[in-house]
């Protein structure tokens, strides 16, 4: 009986001590569904002169060696134009597909750095297709497939070993449009690993 508190307290000081065992995160073939939203090329009000916008995606991305990552998804962005007491909006629908390469991570692999380079293409519309105006003027922007890519610098920061939140920057370029080949976007997200 007097041995049961030393054999108790040298179990409790092995547990403390020892270091926590980590699940194994972004090995190849690994999958996680991801859902993304943002502000675009500012923050977004309801300000009649406020020309930002904000987008929604989802995307599957897949680990490749040492960390890197494929991803695939559809991404929506709106963005308004002022025009009088209304804003004009315009929107996009995209597919992406593009390659994410790790640069920086922490020791636990709690914390990673990504650049992306994306392929996109899809559809814009302006005033969801309606070119005449309230006031009888009329849009000379027209609805155009558009095509081009992106830049992402992404943040992914694991809350636990199978939900991932993200953040990022991302600089969009697209031509076959007539409303602007830039757009800058930030935003957050949450990623679920699924296998």
């Known amino acids: 009986m007097k041995g049961l508190p030393i054999i108790i307290t040298t179990l409790v000081l092995c547990l403390v001590f ?10 190849p073939g690994m999958q996680g569904i991801q859902v993304t939203g943002g502000m675009v090329d500012g923050i977004y ?21 040492k960390g890197n990552k494929w991803v695939f998804g559809a991404e929506f962005l709106e963005r308004y134009y002022p025009y009088r007491a ?16 790790k ?47 992106a830049i992402t610098l992404e943040m992914e ?3 636990a070993d199978r939900i991932v939140l993200l953040l990022n920057g ?10 602007g080949h830039f757009h800058t976007m930030f935003g957050l997200g949450v990623k679920f690993i699924i296998n």
Do not use: C
């Open 170 to 179: 991302r600089q969009r370029v697209l031509w076959g449009n007539s409303t």
């Open 18 to 27: 020892t270091d926590q065992a980590h699940a194994q995160r972004q090995l």
């Open 157 to 159: 920061l694991y809350l």
């Open 86 to 101: 209304i804003h004009i909006p315009v929107s996009q629908f995209t597919a992406e597909g593009g390659y994410y390469l």
């Open 45 to 65: 009000s309801s300000a009649l002169d406020n020309e930002a916008g904000y987008y929604f995606g989802v995307a599957m991305a897949t680990y490749a060696k």
């Open 103 to 149: 640069f920086l991570s922490d020791g636990s692999k709690t914390v990673h750095f990504y650049l992306g380079g994306s392929a996109l293409a899809g559809y814009e519309t302006s005033n969801w297709g309606e070119k005449t105006l309230y006031d009888g003027s009329t849009l000379r922007d027209k609805d155009a497939f558009i095509y081009g890519g």
